[in-house]
């Protein structure tokens, strides 16, 4: 599969679409679409979005639409693949971190500021579901970051230690904490790590967890199946 097939959207006649690269600061090789307006003056600095995608999603879906869309509105905007995701580079493949994740978005940074047509005092980035943390968390600490706008956040880290509403006990924490040392053994043994379960079932009906529901009739049907979102990670 290349890189240019299963987007779930079309490209916008008023916008133009290439595909670029560039490295993070943990050398890992990000893949990612650079949208301009068709009009576009290479001549002029404009401002820039970055649109990180939603945890375990990648840039063929939502975050690609929301780059389009923020082109057509006169922005350079750049949506990507996290790292060990996608069409990125990172190894074991579908590793969720939280600290490289972050590290992404000031890796695009780094690249939109260095084009010539980019306007380095307006760069902002857009969060989209479990990016939305990411880019906060990136703001924090990286001033070029100029504005953020999140939508459907989500905060993974916290929901990975306190659970859906904060619904974890302590004891349930420890338990878990257990079970996943017991699979680094299991993982170590194989010589590579297992995949949890999807987050986003194939084949669902009324009694589906509703929140597993809700991504499924998303990520595993038509309207946005990507091969490379399999809404699974290590």
Do not use: W
């Not at 987050?199 to 509703?210: H, L, M, R, S």
Request: aromatic share 12%.
């Amino acid at each position: 599969m290349s890189p240019t097939d299963n987007y779930i959207f079309d490209l916008d006649d008023h916008v133009t679409r290439t595909p670029v690269s560039y490295k993070n600061r943990f050398g890992i090789t990000i893949a990612a679409d650079l949208y301009r307006p068709r009009d576009f003056d290479t001549s002029q600095r404009h401002p820039a979005i970055i649109v990180g995608a939603p945890h375990s999603a990648v840039k063929e879906q939502g975050s690609g639409i929301y780059a389009q869309t923020m082109a057509k509105r006169g922005f350079v905007a750049l949506a990507f693949d996290p790292s060990f995701n996608g069409y990125s580079g990172g190894e074991p493949r579908h590793i969720t971190s939280p600290e490289i994740f972050t590290e992404d978005f000031s890796a695009a940074v780094d690249y939109l500021g260095t084009r010539d047509f980019v306007d380095r005092a307006r760069i902002g980035v857009i969060g989209m579901c479990g990016s939305g943390g990411f880019a906060v968390s990136a703001a924090q600490v990286d001033r070029r970051i100029k504005a953020v706008a999140t939508t459907s956040m989500y905060d993974i880290a916290r929901a990975y230690s306190k659970g859906h509403r904060d619904s974890i006990t302590d004891e349930d924490r420890i338990r878990i904490l257990d079970e996943l040392a017991e699979q680094r053994y299991a993982d170590f043994e194989a010589g590579h790590p297992a995949l949890a379960p999807r987050g986003a079932p194939i084949g669902f009906d009324e009694n589906t967890d509703p929140i597993g529901r809700e991504f499924g009739e998303f990520y595993s049907t038509p309207r946005g199946y990507h091969p490379n979102a399999i809404t699974q990670f290590t």
